[in-house]
């Protein structure tokens, strides 16, 4: 005895209903893979009240087969609490299909939590909040010094800016660049392996008597990387014009003084500038600066 398949065509629409098939007579392991498909389906041809309850359960239902474009607007008449505090934020609809009610975690979920800020060089560890998923860091290398006796300024550091994702994660090492001493490039700064910062530039005494100043560091793997400025170049011949030092995100390095006044006042990842008394002097570039902006 051969067996044939019967195909849709064969049929009337409505033909065969619920009352005509008795229960259980069709099962998911009778029905070739494939052979019910959505184009086969007239619109609305599977209502509510043809699925008897706890027909249809998650075992029977393929992984990604239900997406979001396959379900309509939430029907008026579906009131109840959907969500766990557990697990995501609890939304209640009235029979309206009006939200009476939604849980803290919804109404908080994204808000800003505080700022932690590292400005001292060296390494750190930094440990994330039990309620910290995401944060925005801003990463500045340390700036470059400058050169003795009126010479060119030092470069700032560079900095990267990047949003992250560290739900998964427990901390996160870190390093603040140190500010470079007299003619010597700042330090790289970084937060883990997301991103880092170059220093700024140093500017080593030159035989000229006119000097140029150092180039400014850069951000690395940011979703923003920013330049910090370069120094300015000095004039050995005119003491009365020394140079200043590259500016960073933070704001300005050392200016140019004639005298010792507010030489080393600085931004973080300012370059070091220079001023001239009684024989010149310079000042060095400043720390590097990692902050951390938290976000539930």
């Known amino acids: 005895m051969s067996t044939t398949r019967v195909s849709q065509g064969l049929f009337k629409y409505n033909v065969i209903n619920t009352q005509v098939l008795s229960a259980q007579c069709v099962t998911t392991e009778k029905l070739a893979l494939s052979c019910i498909t959505p184009d086969l389906i007239p619109s609305r041809g599977i209502l509510s009240n043809h699925i008897a309850l706890n027909s249809v359960g998650s075992n029977h239902i393929q992984n990604s087969t239900v997406l979001m474009r396959h379900i309509s607007a939430l029907n008026p008449d579906i009131a109840g609490t ?134 400014g560091g850069t951000g ?30 933070w704001g300005g390095g050392s200016k140019s003084r004639f005298d010792t006044a507010s030489v080393n006042v600085r931004a973080p990842g300012g370059g070091g500038g220079t001023h001239w008394n009684t024989g010149g002097a310079y000042s060095g570039g400043e720390n590097g600066i990692v902050v951390i902006y938290k976000y539930s």
Do not use: E
């Open 82 to 215: 959907y969500g766990s505090l557990s697990s995501v934020p609890v939304i209640t609809f009235d029979t309206k299909g009006v939200v009476s009610q939604v849980s803290q975690l919804a109404v908080l979920s994204g808000r800003f939590l505080g700022i932690d800020t590292y400005a001292n060089a060296g390494n750190f560890n930094w440990t994330r909040p039990a309620d910290v998923n995401y944060v925005q860091v801003f990463v500045t290398g340390g700036g470059g010094g400058a050169g003795s006796n009126a010479w060119g300024g030092g470069g700032a550091g560079g900095t990267a800016i990047k949003y992250i994702y560290v739900g998964n994660l427990t901390s996160v090492s870190l390093t603040v660049g140190a500010g470079g001493g007299l003619g010597s490039t700042g330090g790289s700064s970084s937060f883990g392996s997301f991103c880092s910062a170059t220093g700024g530039w140093g500017v080593p005494d030159q035989n000229s008597l006119r000097s140029v100043g150092g180039d």
């Open 220 to 249: 690395v793997n940011g979703d923003i990387n920013l330049q910090g400025g370069g120094g300015t170049g000095g004039n050995y011949y005119n003491y009365a014009v020394g140079s200043s030092g590259g500016a960073s995100y």
